[in-house]
């Protein structure tokens, strides 16, 4: 439905819905955390006046207390709270570090990222690195638990992991509570299977790694892959 056929109460948040967050005016993102108006006012219109009395300064809204929030019609303890809540959130996003991602160089250090929850345990688990274009770590996911031999992981499950995060690479990793390195047949079919999706995706599979008490190996290391 065309933004101009909606009440004006709505047109905030299906703008939103319709351009994206940065489509919107200081006003619309007040009136989406506000929610509504009042009985006089739409929430888009008690924005806006909201917003003139502080000269369109979300710096100069924060200092207003919950008290003087609620002397505008329409704006209750709820809504003042809301606000001042929405505030601090930002105010507290504007000071923390953007956290360093772990960057995968070599397959050693995709190994020692998934050492600890790996090496020890006595049923196998598979897991995946997912990465971006520069071989940053943008998540990381455990995406089954099986039995003493193996683990069966699912390729849709895989993938759908991967696109969610609008990742690049990928790495799996596997561990042998065996002990043994040797891949297993089943190994080398889940890789081949891996590797051709993600051609078809665009998305690269790197390496797989299977990962023993005190060692690994590395499918691209040693040209499996």
């Not at 739409?42 to 809204?61: D, F, G, P, T, Y």
């Not at 809504?79 to 923390?96: H, M, W």
């Not at 250090?109 to 929850?117: E, I, S, T």
């Not at 089943?186 to 990962?211: F, P």
Request: hydrophobic share 40%; with cysteine; charged share 25%.
């Amino acid at each position: 439905m065309p933004i101009k056929f909606l009440a004006e109460d709505d047109r905030p948040r299906e703008k939103f819905l319709l351009k994206g967050k940065d489509s919107l005016s200081d006003s619309e993102l007040l009136a989406i955390i506000m929610g509504s108006g009042s009985k006089d006012e739409s929430a888009l219109e008690l924005a806006r006046k909201i917003m003139a009395s502080v000269h369109n300064n979300w710096h100069q809204l924060s200092l207003l207390s919950s008290k003087e929030l609620m002397k505008f019609k329409g704006i209750g303890e709820v809504k003042a709270l809301s606000i001042i809540a929405a505030l601090e959130i930002g105010k507290r996003r504007s000071v923390q570090e953007v956290p360093i991602r772990a960057i995968i160089s070599n397959s050693g250090d995709a190994y020692l990222l998934l050492k600890n929850q790996l090496s020890d345990l006595r049923t196998e688990e598979f897991w995946a690195i997912f990465l971006n274009q520069s071989n940053k770590v943008i998540h990381i996911s455990q995406l089954t638990q099986g039995g003493i031999s193996q683990s069966v992981v699912d390729v849709r499950v895989l993938f759908k992991t991967a696109l969610d995060h609008f990742s690049t690479g990928i790495i799996i990793a596997h561990n042998h509570p065996s002990g043994s390195l040797r891949p297993s047949k089943e190994d080398m079919c889940i890789t081949q299977k891996i590797n051709e999706a993600g051609k078809t995706l665009s998305i690269q599979l790197l390496d797989h790694i299977i990962i023993t008490q005190d060692a690994y190996l590395s499918f691209s290391d040693e040209g499996l892959l």
